[in-house]
């Protein structure tokens, strides 16, 4: 190798060593890579300067990747699929939902029994731990304020029932329901709470879940969620 170009070899292998190296603009591409985070989330300027990069790089045939705009576009695309697809997400939302009870949930049902006991003709309301998601109305009274990740424990009448057929004399002529059709756990529900759970049960509840007294509540509508 002639002498002469000896420090340029040098200084190219000293480059080749430190990070991957771009030939074509003879910078590390750990370094141009940095610059297109740069140009995404600071300033326009670097947007601009990596156009006009893909543009030599393709009158010089060297295509071998997207261009940033493709990138960008690619992103933003993804973007606005995940927030197209987030809000079709059924919420449990409806009007007897946000309105029924002090208190508004989305919770997770952890456990129920497979199936419920069979009792005869005894309706009885049976109660099921959950784990609080989501506080969409506090206790206006304050008794029972709520966070995401507590514990409560729900009494629902008939359970082995779909809620919109679970209203009957016993109740009277309040709204009593929901939309959901059977208990699945694991499931988030969004429910509309009352308490206390032993004066609103029509025939009484079944409560086995430990601590008793924490958290008990009755659910007057129930549907189910997407989340």
Known sequence: MPTHH??????RSARIQSGIYDAAL?????LRLRRLWSAATKSPLWIQAERATWRRRRSAGQTSGPGPLRACAVIG???VGTWLLASRVDTGDDAQVKTLGR????????ARPEPFPDLGAYRYTYVLEYEVLRVHRQDPEGKHRLAPGDRIFVGHYK???PRDQIKDANWGDSPLG???????AGEAHRMALDYEL??????GALDYCYPPG?????????????L
């Open 198 to 203: 032993g004066q609103l049960a029509p025939s």
């Open 214 to 226: 924490v958290n008990r509540f009755f659910a007057l509508w129930t549907n189910p969620t997407g």
């Open 103 to 110: 208190i508004e949930v989305t919770a997770r049902l952890l």
């Open 26 to 30: 003879h910078i590390p591409l750990q």
């Open 77 to 79: 695309l993804l973007a």
């Open 6 to 11: 000896a420090p340029a070899a040098f200084r």
């Open 178 to 184: 929901g939309r959901l059709t059977r208990f699945v």
């Open 159 to 161: 359970p082995w029932m």
